[in-house]
């Protein structure tokens, strides 16, 4: 069945590194994916988004890249700060399918001083 | 914070009750989408509503059932509580459907004994 999944459940890092969270997913005819963060005690923020017909998009201090040959999706956070550290997201929409946006287990990303 | 706001924070019912978990939306938004999320695990899509109608389901059985209100607040009723339903329980606000711009609450934990 359809499965939005993550390599590392947990990713520690030292503060002002580099951060990659990455993810996988399986439905093919996917055409939209989001990155959230979640913070303890507050629902999802959304961070970024991209299109299938997009490889990358840049925000402030984070990256996304989506391989759609291997069906791979990646978050990166340049210059990791404390208030990073939260539990990562991807999600992935099939636009037409009554807006059912699934989400994959997630990653604790923890910043280390 | 993000205007949406989540009412109880906090709740305990037992097996075999029924549930009422309300949501009011940012101002301007007119759809509202609920997720159940479970314990370290990424949030599952319940439904959406617009303009007060249901616009797509995952795939939870017909006890959980939605209102939306002419404001655009949102209930999630939950009949026949059963111990999986213990969760925290998300709902989205935006405007005409839209994902990627969606706003979350800070959730209701639901308890079930």
């Known amino acids: 069945g359809e499965s939005v999944g993550l390599h590392l459940p947990t990713l520690s890092v030292q503060e002002g590194d580099n951060s990659i969270i990455n993810c996988a997913y399986s439905?093919?005819?996917?055409?939209?994916f989001i990155w959230y963060k979640q913070e303890s005690g507050k629902g999802p923020q959304f961070i970024i988004d991209i299109r299938s017909n997009m490889d990358k998009r840049q925000g402030q201090r984070v990256t996304v890249l989506l391989n759609k040959t291997v069906k791979h999706l990646s978050l990166q956070i340049a210059a990791t700060q404390p208030g990073d550290s939260a539990v990562y997201f991807c999600a992935e929409l099939v636009t037409g399918g009554g807006n059912k946006l699934t989400f994959g287990t997630g990653t604790q990303l923890k910043v280390e001083l | 914070e993000t205007g949406v706001t989540q009412s109880p924070t906090h709740l305990i019912k037992t097996r075999g009750q029924q549930v009422t978990l309300r949501c009011s939306s940012q101002s301007g938004h007119n759809t509202v989408s609920w997720y159940q999320q479970a314990l370290g695990q990424g949030p599952q899509f319940i439904f959406q509503?617009?303009?007060?109608?249901?616009?797509g389901r995952g795939n939870f059985p017909p006890r959980f059932s939605g209102l939306q209100f002419p404001n655009y607040s949102s209930e999630l009723n939950v009949n026949a509580l059963e111990l999986d339903d213990s969760a925290l329980y998300l709902c989205?606000?935006?405007?005409?459907?839209?994902?990627?711009?969606?706003?979350f609450g800070p959730g209701t934990r639901l308890t079930v004994t």
């Open positions: 439905n093919s005819a996917s055409d939209y």
């Open positions: 989205a606000s935006s405007f005409d459907r839209g994902i990627g711009e969606q706003y």
């Open positions: 509503y617009y303009r007060e109608e249901e616009n």
